[in-house]
């Protein structure tokens, strides 16, 4: 069986404009036209009259633009492109800044302030100078969604932020000067239930906040070396220290009164860092070293062989001092130079003290000195963490506990 061809029917364009002719003219309709001449397509002739026809336009709008009219498009299509030019110039602007804020973050590894600073000047915008979110986010070349997620991490920041602050400042109540470092190996654990917070970050937390402990160097002179008494040989200079009651080092400082100066004489031991012996008294004589030294034995071993370490003073070098150390069996150390370097630790001593522990205020009486002098000493034996020590306090190391 063979598939039969469809006819095709080409008209001629006389034929077509007659077609048209009668629909106009004499008002045929297209439907009655199409069967009297057998036209095949159901828009065969819409399309001729399209074409050919005068009527087609009728029953639509036609609008003729005037001269003016022509010019003011012109002149707004000239204008667009000025508007679009200035957007592509601010896109290529913006592109700019975030690349160079980012290389900038990333050079100074400071990253994280930038993106802080992006949601915090976004939020002013917003909150105080009625800037719409979303354009400030265009400009930054974010998403509100980026925003947002930012704004909130910052929030929650903040807030950790604020509980660590907390932390430090309750452990500053007792040890008023203690430096970063040290605070941080104390409240890690803390700090780890709060936030993750490195030593880095923490420590630009406590600058930001005017925490850091600024150190203050103060030379004093309360040596008296020019004297007839013996002087004895410097025996710790390149000593290894391994154990306690080793080495002890000996020094005096001055305390302020309003009734006049008061001396504090320390022992410390090297070992450890404890101090094992300390005196408050009126004056320099010999009676303030004695009394702390005398309080020292009372921690020594009577089989330890222990060397006296000091500077050159009158006090340490008179007869009745080295007399009794001599008694005990002690082997005498004293300086080689004047100078506070040759007795560093027990000088190192007296700065904590009166740094950390506000000995360098002025008292209204010697009672009150005194009262400040025996809590400064006891929480630095049983609460201050030394680095030299691996973050333990004098006492874990002077009598072996553990951390």
């Known amino acids: 069986m063979t598939k039969e061809r469809a006819e095709i029917f080409r008209y001629s364009d006389c034929f077509k404009r007659a077609v048209i002719e009668e629909i106009e003219k004499k008002g045929l309709s297209i439907e009655a036209c199409r069967r009297k001449y057998s036209i095949g397509g159901a828009t065969t002739i819409q399309k001729w009259l399209k074409k050919y026809g005068k009527n087609h336009l009728l029953n639509k709008i036609v609008r003729v633009e005037t001269i003016d009219e022509i010019q003011e498009i012109q002149a707004l299509r000239k204008e667009l492109k000025a508007i679009k030019e200035a957007f592509a110039e601010m896109a290529i602007e913006n592109k700019v800044y975030e690349t160079y804020f980012q290389v900038l973050g990333e050079e100074t590894g400071a990253s994280e302030k930038i993106k802080k600073a992006r ?215 004293m300086t080689e130079v004047d100078h506070c370097y040759e007795n560093a630790y027990a000088e190192r001593v007296n700065g904590i003290l009166k740094q950390e522990y506000g000995l360098e205020d002025t008292f209204n009486n010697e009672q009150q000195a005194l009262k400040a002098v025996k809590e400064a000493v006891f929480i630095y034996n049983t609460d201050r963490l030394h680095t030299s020590l691996g973050f333990k306090t004098p006492d874990m190391v002077y009598f072996k506990e553990a951390v």
Not at 209 to 217: A, E, G, P
Not at 224 to 240: A, E, G
Not at 297 to 322: A, M, N, P, W
């Open 119 to 333: 949601s915090r000047t976004i939020e002013i915008l917003s909150q105080k100078k009625k800037v719409n979110i979303t354009a400030s986010c265009r400009v930054f070349c974010i998403t509100r969604q980026s925003h947002y997620k930012a704004l909130k991490a910052l929030k929650k920041e903040a807030f950790s932020n604020t509980l660590v602050l907390e932390l430090v400042k309750k452990k500053r109540k007792i040890n008023k000067f203690e430096g970063g470092r040290k605070l941080y190996f104390r409240l890690k654990d803390d700090i780890k239930h709060i936030t993750k917070m490195g030593r880095d970050k923490f420590f630009s937390l406590l600058k930001d906040n005017d925490l850091l402990v600024q150190r203050k160097k103060n030379f004093t002179r309360t040596t008296y070396s020019n004297h007839t008494y013996r002087f004895y040989k410097n025996q710790i200079k390149d000593l290894q220290i391994t154990r306690k009651n080793q080495v002890w080092v000996s020094d005096i400082t001055y305390i302020r009164t309003l009734e006049g100066f008061r001396y504090l004489s320390l022992i410390t031991d090297l070992y450890s860092r404890k101090i094992v012996g300390y005196e408050l008294s009126n004056s320099l004589s010999i009676e303030g070293c004695m009394k702390a030294l005398k309080r020292a034995f009372k921690l020594l071993d009577k089989s330890e062989k222990l060397i006296h370490h000091s500077d050159r003073g009158v006090q340490y070098c008179c007869k009745e001092y080295t007399g009794l150390l001599i008694k005990k069996g002690i082997t005498i150390s």
